[in-house]
């Protein structure tokens, strides 16, 4: 019988690398771990969120592995950061928005804010929050708010009587937040949505396909848009409980539940962050509060007993597993592990190679299979190295 031949297309390239006979592509679960590593800052009355190119925002700094903590120019103290590096905070002439070389604007709030606070601040320029404004009565309540890419201030609609505050904003300005104990959605045009459900609920993240994703004490995760209604995210219906807080445009769901255990949902599977550690020792995961699209997620735990932050980067442990099921070349979950090994993994390795990235690099160069340099990096991106991947994409996790 004549060896089957694994024909795949990258780049402008064409690779052919003989199989061995019979050998079937594995298409499977494969596991994800996290490595883990310190953001040395405090949670604090400021929001923590991670932003697209991995920097994390917690007490006011920024930290990015690799630089470590990066103290904002000017004084300022941001609320929120985008993944083009603009961030947005408080200030005494009202939200200035600005990154590390310059401010860019100072909107004014309006006179009858008491007390205003940015939460979220979107890569095509809008900026949400809440506001507490005293009535005439002397009753505070509060208000939603967003800032448009125009810089105007937008006061967003609500019904009387009702204290609303914005949470979450994306690239068209469709807003997610809480109205008087229900998730409030705000459409493109400033149109509201209040949906009504159990006490103590509110939307806490949207995506840019206009799903807002709500946190909820009675019903399982669930997103919800004005034109699909509530969609649930698991189907089992025994996460009560399990409280979101963050997602990505891959709907990777991150959150914690009653006993403080951090998880993340996938394609209506749950796994929690603690067991999926590879570098792990010492370290007690608590809460998990938001994830990029490169997957990597941020929250709140101890390390030896010491309270602090945490940024986890997903690694595939079975060495095949490195991006995302269907991702188009350099296009969303590119280069993203999600448990599973399929032609995605093998195009994102094949692309490296012939580009010569140093991601292809993993084996010593013409080092036959079962020699001990086969499988080590020499610096040199050659077609043992390619090899090497295939056969780790043959035996999948094996």
């Given at each position: ?9 990258a ?5 052919v690398i003989?199989a ?6 594995p298409f ?5 771990g996290y490595?883990?590593?310190?953001v ?11 932003a ?5 925002l ?6 990015r592995?690799g630089e ?11 609320y929120?950061?985008?993944s083009t590096g ?11 928005i ?11 709030c309006?006179p ?6 940015p ?10 929050g809440?506001?507490e404004?005293?009535?005439p009565?002397?009753i505070?309540y509060?208000?939603?708010f967003?800032?448009?890419?125009d ?6 609609d609500?019904p009387?009587n ?5 949470n979450?904003?994306n690239?068209?300005g ?5 109205c008087s104990g229900d998730?409030?959605y ?15 609920n ?12 709500i946190?909820t ?6 997103l ?7 969609r649930?995210?698991?189907?089992h219906?025994l996460?009560?409980?399990?409280w ?5 445009l891959?709907?990777h769901?991150v959150?914690?539940?009653v006993?403080?255990?951090?998880w ?8 929690f962050l603690q ?22 997620i ?6 030896n ?8 980067t ?11 099921a ?11 592990p999600?448990?599973?090994?399929n032609t995605s993994?093998?195009?994102?390795f ?14 010593t160069?013409?080092a036959?299979a ?13 077609a043992?190295?390619?090899q090497?991947?295939?056969n780790?994409?043959?035996n999948?996790?094996?």
């Open positions: 019988m004549p060896a089957h031949r694994l024909i795949v297309a780049a402008s390239a064409v690779a003989a061995p006979s019979g050998a079937q592509a499977g679960p494969c596991p994800i490595v883990i590593e310190e040395p800052l405090s949670d604090s009355d400021l929001t923590l969120m991670i697209e190119d991995g920097t994390v917690a007490e006011g700094k920024l930290y592995s470590g903590v990066i103290v904002p120019p000017f004084g300022l103290r941001p929120c950061v985008n603009v961030m947005a905070a408080k200030t005494s002439e009202g939200i200035t600005f990154d590390m070389d310059h401010i860019i604007a100072t909107v004014p309006p009858e804010a008491e007390r205003i606070w939460e979220a601040i979107s890569d095509s320029g809008y900026v949400v809440g506001m404004i005293d009535e009565a002397q505070p509060y208000r939603g967003r800032i448009n890419p810089l105007s201030f937008e006061v967003l609500q009387q009702t204290s609303c505050y914005a979450a904003v690239i068209y469709q807003v997610a937040g809480r998730p409030a705000w459409e493109s045009d400033g149109t509201f949505h209040r949906v009504v459900m159990e006490a103590n509110e939307g806490v993240d949207i995506d840019d396909q206009g799903e807002m994703l946190q004490i009675g019903v399982p995760p669930a919800w848009s004005p034109g699909t209604g509530l649930s995210l698991t189907d219906g996460d009560a409980g399990f979101p807080w963050g997602m990505n891959l709907d769901v959150g914690d539940n006993s403080a255990e951090p993340i949902l996938m394609d209506g599977t749950y796994s067991a999926a550690l590879v570098n792990g020792d010492g370290w007690d995961l608590a809460w998990a509060r938001g994830i990029n699209d490169a997957g990597q941020v929250g709140i735990g101890s390390h007993g010491v309270h602090m932050c945490y940024l986890l997903p690694v595939g442990l079975c060495g095949s597993d490195v991006t995302t269907g991702a188009a070349p350099n296009g969303l979950g590119y280069g993203v999600d448990g599973e090994t993994d093998l195009n994102y094949v692309n490296a190679w012939v580009a010569g990235d140093t991601n292809a690099d993993i084996t160069m013409n036959p079962g020699d001990p340099a086969y499988g080590q990096p020499d610096g040199l991106v050659t043992a190295d390619l090497h991947y295939v780790l994409w043959i999948g996790c094996s």
